[in-house]
Every structure is written in structure tokens, then in C-alpha cells.
């Protein structure tokens, strides 16, 4: 194992994109130089629409309605106040944008003050924001709002759409196209939804998560179908739609991706790599492959398109493969001779398709369901719902069919426990009857219905065998949808980082835990566009214990929160060893990063010495944008960290479904 991911850092390395770890550059770019005169007037700005915000926030404190649209203002002070900050202003001309995008900024805020919102009501091309839930940063997103709107109108159909990849689609270069360009598609009648999406990650970790609060947001504050939401995108926009559309397809009226990527070892053209990925990145490629979750797109109507010239019309054909094994067909559009752009004529025909699918809309409860996941991550379909698993990162099934108006018939592989959950109004069932479920052959009588129409029962394997039980969850530790790792998942709600106030059992890896942690925090709003709450582990309370991830930096004695869990971890760690399960590590120069449930909160998790896993080569290309360590590592910071990993990585593993340590993979 030691000696597989020690050759990960031979100066020979060479990626198939043409990409070497020497050729590693900054991204975003660094930004054009402000001449004094502006960069006055900026601050100037900055400071007074800081000011009026700060002042909203007290002003607004009796009035939720109006203090709720806050983040309509504070979207502009961000964008500019992040791109003199950090040297964001990539041409010239942007520099009068973000002036402009101030003084709009000022007069949202005068407005507001005065009770007087005349954005919310408007068509045309509006820029929005919200509170993440993940950081607590003010992130942007752009509607196209129908000429046929007006407050109290009925249900809307909404697109949505997620932007190629744009290395300077800085916050106040999106606000400013968003309010210039209706962008690639605009259906009559249709709110379009265009996503930030955390900037240039393709939707993945939080900017998937990016898409859920955004589309909260719209529905607060408009009239929005749920039955009629399509998903779109392009190029780097098509990745993460064909992301989404297969791991959320139950959502969906319907998707529409072109080009991008569908995997990564096809697209990366990982097998003529000199150097291979580590057993356990190609694992948690089953994170992200929506080659992997193909079937799912059984549920979910997709119309795909490609330029019939374009390199990216792999991921359409690579999807199409994987669809044909499951007996499916893919509706793939091509465009004639045409490199990496739509085709006009067809165009048209995607969107004549997309919009028969829309005018028809949703079916919340489909007859037949067929589902596929590798983790409790995406673990529902429709009114089928996975709990648990035997395994993760390998397949799970479950199909499902309402076989009459008197039951279902489910089939598994590898579940360990599922929810059949139908919402008021949707069951089909007598509600004078109790159906039957016919699971994995075998037959029972599960509860009636409500009288509202809702209908919920749960199963879980008592040994190898299925029994209906009042809840799939027994109080044990497990994982589950929201608990199963890998270290990245902490990234996709709430997180702190905690700074250990305390002196470090040993210097060397004190220093590493500095560096590593500057790098984490840094990172993250380079990456995912956000500043990092951080906080001292003095001052962490039970209130950031129940809210919150906690990522622990440091070692039990430099860190008061991890001291007090210490002894509750499966590692353990004192100021000369590392102890994971039967093996040893010297803690002069290891350091352990991992991801577990919390001992003083198990609903949340705890981080050790590690933020998100991907580093500065993987910015090359979108595809290599994915997880790199799996739920626990140990690092030899006697070797630098490098763009591609935060040291030597000499061991590491995925806890077992009962976050368990598990005899070691190789």
C-alpha cells in the first residue's frame, strides 16, 4: 500500500489531459493591477454599502420579511468587495462594473430601508442571493423572471441552468452577465434559474449543494411548479447536469445536458496514465460517474445533445453505453459537423422535446421505479428511499413497481434497510385495506394507508433476512444518508474549523497542521467561494456542537475539543504513536486526517486535520474535482505537501456501515 501511493510523488508524473503537477497554475488567475485613483473610490464604496448593510440588519430586526431579503443587497458588496480583496478584477473594464455594481448595491439598500422591494416583482433579468447553510456566505444566482409573472399568478414552470467553465466568473463578473444576457434557453412562460454554483467546480461537494438552496430560495419567494423543473447544461454545465439528472432524477421533470464529462477514467483517459490512481480514488469515483447511476435515468426523461465534432460528445456516448446495458436507449441529439456549441436546427428539436416533457410535467408516483446508488448520499427515488447498506461503494438496487392497486413488489442488492414513503395524497392504495409488499420474495402485510392518502412503511435485515420494523433507525451508530463520509462529505453542510489554541505534542507536525489548515481555509474560498467560519477551540459551545461539522485541526493536546473525544475515536493518538487498528505510525511525523461521527453530537461529524481533499492540480480540469481520500488516511508530513496530496499517504481506509475500522484494502 505504502509503496503504491509512494510512487504518486515521482517528478515523472504525467496526466493523458497533457496536465503535469509542474504545470499546476492559479486558479482563479491573478487579476489586473488597480490604479490608485479607483481602487479609492472602491473602498469608498465598499465601506458605505458595508455600512448601510450593517445598519439594515439592525433597522430590519422586527421586520423578517424585508431583513430575509438582505442577501439582494449583500450579493453586490461581496462581488466587488471580494474582487479588490483578492485581486479579482481580471480586466480593466471590470473595474467600472464593480463601480456600477455598488451603486446598485446602495440603492437596493436605500429601497429596502423603505420597505420598497420593486426586484421582487419584476421580470426580466434579476440578480438574487442567500444565506449557505454550509459557511454562512451570501452566494448569487440569476433569473430570466417571465413576462407572464405577477405575484399571485399560478405555478411556473423553471429551467435551470449550470454555466461552463469559467476560470474568471468571479461573483461580480456572473452578477453582471446575469443582468445583461437571458442566457442559452428561454421557454415562454418558464422562470430560468441560472446557478453560480460556488464558481468553477462543476456543481460537485457544495456546488451541488448550491443548486438545493438556490431553488429554496426561488420557491420563497415565486410561484414555482414542482412538477415541471428541468435540468440544463453545457460543457462544464453538462457535467453537472447529467450529474444531477441521474443522481436526483426522481426530482425532475426532466434534463438536458450537452457535452461535458459522464465519468472520469474514459474522459481523463486514466488507462494510458504511467502512473495509476490509488485503490481508493477509484472508489469514490462512485461518487461523481453518472456512468454508475445510468439506470436511474429509467425515472427521469433525458434528452442529451452533443456537436457530432465535439471531443465532449464522449459523455453523451459513454452514457448511451452505459444506458444500452441496462436496456435502455438515450435520446441523443447531435448537431451536424458542429464542434462545442449548439447547433441551431438542433437545437430546435431539444427544445420541442424538452418542452412536450414540460407541458406534460412530472408524475410524483410512477408505477414502476428503477434505482441504483453506491452511497446513502443519494439513497432516495421517488417513494422509495434507501436507509441502509450493506456495503458502500458497491452497487445497490432496488426496483420497485406498484404491482396493483392492492401492493408493491420490491427487489434488493445489497440494502440493508428501506423506507416506502408516499406523501398526502399520492398512496393508491384502499386506505380500508393494509397492502401487501412483496420484498425480495417474500410477503407482508404492511400498515393501511392514512386517511390522508400518505402512506410510510419501513424495513430492515434482521441477519439476512427482511422484517418490518416501526423505524429503520435503532439508535445504533451507523451510516446513514448525511453520515456515511468520506471526509468530504463534512463540506456539504455546516462546518467550522476549530484552531487548537494549545502547544503541539510534536513541532514538526505543528507546523504541518499551521500550513495544512491556512491551505484549507484559503482554498476554500478560492474554490467554493466562501470564507470559512473559523473559531478557537476555546470558544466552541454546545451551540456549535448541535449546529455544526466540526473540523478538529491539531492533536490531543493542542486541541481542546479533540481531547475530549479522543478516547472516543477507533484511532489512537498520543505524543509518540498513531494506532489504527493493528497497525502503527510514529507521531513525530505522522498525522491522521479522518471523518467520523461526532462523540458529543453523533447527528454531526467530526473532521481531523483535513478540509476538502481535491488540491491545486485537480483545478486543471473539472473531472478531477472529486474526493481523493476516502474516510480515514495517515500522512507522512516528512514529505512536503504537494498540489496533489497534503504529504505521503501511508495508509488509508473507509470505516465499515457501522463506522467500524475494517480489515485494510489494497
Not at 52 to 70: F, H, N, Q, V, Y
Not at 386 to 412: C, P, Q, Y
Not at 534 to 543: F, K
Request: proline residues 7%.
Amino acid at each position: 500500500m505504502r509503496q503504491l501511493v509512494s510512487i504518486l510523488f515521482l517528478a515523472a508524473l504525467v496526466c493523458n489531459a497533457g496536465e503535469k503537477p509542474g504545470d499546476v497554475k492559479p486558479i482563479p488567475p491573478p487579476g489586473v493591477p488597480v490604479p490608485d485613483a479607483d481602487k479609492t473610490e472602491l473602498e469608498t464604496g465598499i465601506k458605505e454599502l458595508g455600512g448601510e448593510i450593517d445598519a439594515l440588519r439592525t433597522s430590519l430586526k422586527g421586520k423578517p420579511a424585508l431583513l430575509e431579503l438582505l442577501p439582494d443587497v449583500q450579493i453586490y458588496h461581496n462581488a466587488v468587495r471580494y474582487a479588490l480583496t483578492y485581486n479579482e478584477f481580471f480586466k480593466p473594464a471590470e473595474i467600472a462594473t464593480g463601480k456600477a455594481l455598488l451603486k446598485q448595491g446602495l440603492e437596493r439598500a436605500k429601497l429596502l430601508k423603505e420597505g420598497n422591494t420593486p426586484w421582487t416583482t419584476a421580470t426580466g433579468l434579476v440578480a438574487r442571493g442567500y444565506v449557505s447553510k454550509i459557511d454562512g456566505s451570501v452566494q448569487p444566482y440569476g433569473l430570466v423572471v417571465p413576462t407572464n409573472y405577477a405575484p399571485g399568478s399560478g405555478p411556473h414552470r423553471l429551467d435551470t441552468w449550470f454555466h461552463g467553465r469559467g476560470e474568471n466568473l468571479s461573483e461580480l463578473n456572473f452578477i453582471n452577465e446575469r443582468q445583461k444576457s437571458p442566457g442559452e434557453f428561454t421557454p415562454a412562460g418558464a422562470f430560468v434559474l441560472h446557478l453560480y454554483g460556488r464558481y468553477c467546480c462543476a456543481n460537485k461537494l457544495a456546488g451541488e449543494v448550491d443548486l438545493f438552496e438556490a431553488l429554496d430560495s426561488v420557491k420563497k419567494h415565486y410561484p414555482i411548479d414542482n412538477n415541471r423543473i428541468i435540468v440544463r447544461g453545457f460543457s462544464m454545465g453538462g457535467a453537472a447536469c447529467w450529474h444531477y439528472a441521474v443522481h436526483f432524477a426522481g426530482l425532475w421533470c426532466a434534463a438536458a445536458p450537452g457535452a461535458g464529462f459522464s465519468e472520469t477514467a474514459g474522459f481523463l483517459n486514466i488507462a494510458k496514465d504511467p502512473v495509476q490512481p490509488t485503490w481508493f480514488e477509484q472508489k469514490l469515483w462512485h461518487m461523481y460517474d453518472s456512468t454508475d447511476y445510468a439506470v436511474n435515468l429509467f425515472n427521469c426523461p433525458t434528452v442529451a445533445y452533443s456537436g457530432e465534432i465535439d471531443h465532449q460528445k464522449q459523455a453523451a456516448d459513454m452514457m448511451a453505453k452505459a444506458l444500452e446495458a441496462e436496456g435502455l436507449e438515450l435520446t441523443h441529439i447531435i448537431g451536424p459537423n458542429t464542434p462545442h456549441r449548439y447547433e441551431p436546427k438542433a437545437k430546435e428539436e431539444v427544445n420541442r422535446r424538452i418542452d412536450s416533457i414540460a407541458a406534460k410535467g412530472r408524475n410524483p408516483v410512477p408505477a414502476k421505479i428503477r434505482f441504483t446508488t453506491w452511497t446513502l448520499r443519494y439513497n432516495e427515488m421517488f417513494w422509495v428511499t434507501v436507509d441502509s447498506l450493506e456495503k458502500h461503494w458497491e452497487r445497490a438496487r432496488v426496483d420497485a413497481e406498484i404491482s396493483d392497486k392492492e401492493g408493491v413488489k420490491v427487489t434488493t442488492q445489497n440494502v440493508d434497510a428501506l423506507t416506502l414513503n408516499m406523501l398526502p395524497g399520492q398512496c393508491p392504495f384502499d386506505p380500508t385495506h393494509k397492502p401487501k409488499v412483496k420484498l425480495d420474495g417474500k410477503d407482508f402485510d404492511a400498515p393501511a394507508p392514512q386517511t390522508d392518502r400518505s402512506w410510510t412503511v419501513h424495513f430492515r435485515k434482521s441477519g439476512k433476512k427482511w422484517a418490518l420494523v416501526d423505524s429503520t433507525d435503532d439508535g445504533s451508530l451507523h451510516k446513514r444518508h448525511g453520515l456515511q463520509g468520506p471526509i468530504d462529505d463534512a463540506f456539504m453542510d455546516s462546518f467550522i474549523m476549530v484552531r487548537p489554541t494549545g502547544k503541539a505534542q510534536n513541532e514538526k507536525v505543528g507546523a504541518w497542521v499551521a500550513a495544512e489548515q491556512a491551505h484549507a481555509i484559503d482554498h476554500w474560498r478560492k474554490t467554493f467561494r466562501g470564507e470559512a467560519r473559523v473559531m478557537d477551540d476555546s470558544a466552541i459551545t454546545d451551540a456549535e456542537i448541535a449546529s455544526s461539522n466540526l473540523v478538529l485541526w491539531g492533536d490531543p493536546s493542542s486541541n481542546k475539543v479533540l481531547a475530549k473525544i479522543a478516547d472516543k475515536l477507533p484511532i489512537k493518538w498520543d505524543d509518540r504513536n498513531i494506532i489504527i487498528g493493528a497497525q502503527g505510525f510514529s507521531a513525530d511525523h505522522h498525522v491522521p486526517a479522518l471523518i467520523y461521527p461526532n462523540p458529543l453530537n453523533p447527528k454531526k461529524y467530526v473532521v481531523l486535520n483535513s478540509g476538502f481533499t481535491f488540491r491545486e492540480f485537480d483545478y486543471l480540469n473539472n473531472a478531477r474535482q472529486l474526493p481523493k481520500l476516502p474516510d480515514y488516511a495517515v500522512i507522512n508530513v516528512d514529505v512536503p505537501p504537494s498540489p496533489r496530496w497534503p504529504g505521503e499517504i501511508v495508509h488509508a481506509g473507509f470505516f465499515g456501515e457501522n463506522w467500524e475500522l475494517m480489515k485494510p484494502e489494497k
